[in-house]
């Protein structure tokens, strides 16, 4: 281990001993290089390497045991951050003026006993066995009885675009081609959004053929086994039945259908002849658990624009302790992803605490959890914003900063709103960064959907993404701070600081390009 990193971990070690976690720095302004005649610029001189190593290494501490949510060790990353604001002075953005909003993250199953899938209505009707002929994803309601009814390929379903409340009342069956792939899940997830838009309450789908024995248990495994939820289940039911089981229910119904198991006869649901299912899919609670987020708000020194916020976010949390790698290394410290992020939050709100005049909006510094589950913090932020979301004119997330070429920056989205030629004149503007900022080289990879702008700009709020680029140790045991680009996590903290200072300082908010806002729209929807 080199001296840089020996250091780093020596000064993470004792934060990390220290209870209350205290902030790097003392909280106090860093030692300048030289003089600095520009306040801005030596704002943006507190933002160091060595303080963003050192936080980074608090952070990715195995201490931390991989920060997974919900556990201690994210409540000691959160209690780090929030002892790090309020070291600077900031206030507490949650309610009641805390720093932590927690949001519901309970643990809820299947209680398998009294699951059950019933018929009636016609003759020498099927026996359905949970577990052998159908398995369950459960949903928010547990209990129904409903008409059956065809509607195809489960593909072509969705392609059509069944009217609202098309289905009140009903309960659809489509079948699934194939073997059970990821083309399968992505099919299942479009089927079910447009039944619940269609006024459904569940969704039945008819496996093929081509889905073996033991691909079957392993679904009914998963899915019968408790999982982490925001707030409660509210999906819509699912019912995946066997195609052997499927073939009785339409039997029974004698429903014609042209050709093979999946071709529909009308454009519309088909009743299958009179049958009627009566489905019992209840649910219990394993754990009742919360998970935190950390919020807080350097005022604005605008009178008439300190109502208006621009929000910074990151996530705090990342996926915990798993399968050991080859070294035996089995806690997933998440360096870059996303300590790298983080710390750039706390180091950029600490730069504006060291400012004389404050910039005209207010700030928002925003830690999340639960980004790694599925961007559940920020959503749940979000849907429970603590300051109006009306106000809220910009987003700048950061993920994944630390690591890939030192000389440019990727700022995902930046193409919808004013918010990339802002960030751009910025970069020029400040050549002693030494940052390219480039546009996304990976949209095969939909990285627009999977960090927490997300959340914001599907709300249209113009929202940007600062993001270096997965590596080889993502989600990997060896996501270790030893590994961080210190240097370059300092340079694009320091353009973060100097982006979001001429967002929050400029008299106009920013603004989606005509283009931008139609294309946000129509990626926000399918990205549901």
Not at 125 to 137: Q, R
Not at 310 to 333: C, K, L, Q, W
Not at 482 to 502: N, S
């Amino acid at each position: 281990m080199n001296s840089r990193i020996l250091h780093a971990f020596t000064r993470a070690f004792a934060l990390v001993l220290t209870v209350p976690l205290t902030a790097c720095g003392g909280g106090g302004v860093a030692e300048l290089p030289g003089p600095v005649d520009d306040p801005l610029a030596a704002a943006a001189q507190t933002i160091t390497s060595e303080d963003m190593i050192t936080r980074i290494g608090v952070l990715a501490h195995d201490s931390m045991r991989g920060r997974d949510t919900p556990s201690p060790g994210l409540e000691m990353a959160a209690r780090y951050i929030v002892d790090s604001f309020r070291r600077m002075g900031l206030e507490g953005g949650a309610e009641g003026g805390e720093f932590i909003q927690r949001f519901p993250f309970p643990l809820i199953g299947l209680d398998t006993a009294g699951v059950a899938l019933e018929l009636s209505g016609a003759e020498n009707l099927p026996s359905l066995v949970f577990g052998e002929d159908f398995v369950v994803s459960p949903g928010e309601v547990q209990s129904l009885t409903a008409p059956l009814v065809y509607v195809g390929p489960a593909t072509a379903f969705a392609d059509a675009r069944p009217a609202a409340a098309s289905l009140a009342g009903l309960l659809p069956l489509a079948n699934l081609p194939g073997e059970f792939n990821r083309a399968t899940q992505v099919a299942i997830n479009r089927a079910r959004a447009a039944a619940q838009v269609a006024g459904a309450q569940a969704i039945l789908f008819a496996l093929s053929a081509d889905v073996p024995d033991a691909t079957f248990a392993q679904l009914h495994r998963f899915l019968s086994s408790p999982r982490r939820t925001l707030g409660g289940i509210t999906d819509l039911t699912v019912v995946l039945l066997r195609q052997p089981a499927a073939a009785r229910i339409l039997a029974a119904g004698g429903t014609r259908l042209e050709g093979p198991l999946g071709t529909p006869t009308a454009a519309s649901p088909v009743p299958i002849g009179d049958l009627r299912a009566s489905l019992a899919a209840p649910l219990q609670v394993a754990a009742d658990d919360e998970a935190p987020n950390v919020i807080a708000i350097l005022r604005g020194g605008d009178p008439e624009l300190a109502d208006e916020y621009v929000v910074f976010s990151a996530h705090m949390d990342h996926v915990g302790v798993g399968r050991p790698d080859e070294t035996g290394d089995s806690i997933y410290n998440g360096a870059d992803d996303d300590a790298s992020g983080t710390s750039a939050i706390i180091e950029v709100a600490e730069a504006f605490t060291n400012l004389l005049e404050r910039p005209r909006r207010s700030l928002v510094f925003l830690l999340v959890s639960g980004e790694e589950k599925g961007l559940l913090g920020s959503r749940w932020f979000s849907e429970h914003p603590t300051v109006p979301l009306e106000n809220i004119v910009a987003n700048i997330n950061v993920d994944m900063i630390g690591r890939n070429a030192p000389d440019t920056i990727v700022v995902i989205g930046q193409e919808f709103s004013s918010l990339g030629p802002t960030v751009h004149g910025v970069a020029a503007r400040n050549p002693q960064l030494g940052l390219t900022v480039a546009e996304d080289p990976w949209p095969e990879e939909r990285f627009f959907f999977r960090s927490d702008h997300f959340n914001f700009a599907r709300k249209e709020i113009p929202a940007i993404f600062f993001f270096a680029g997965v590596h080889e140790d993502y989600h990997q045991p060896s996501d270790e701070v030893e590994k961080i680009d210190e240097d370059k996590a300092a340079r694009v903290a320091r353009l973060i600081f100097y982006t979001a200072h001429a967002i929050a300082d400029a008299v106009p908010p920013p603004t989606w390009t005509e283009e931008g806002l139609e294309q946000i729209r129509m990626l926000t929807a399918g990205g549901r």
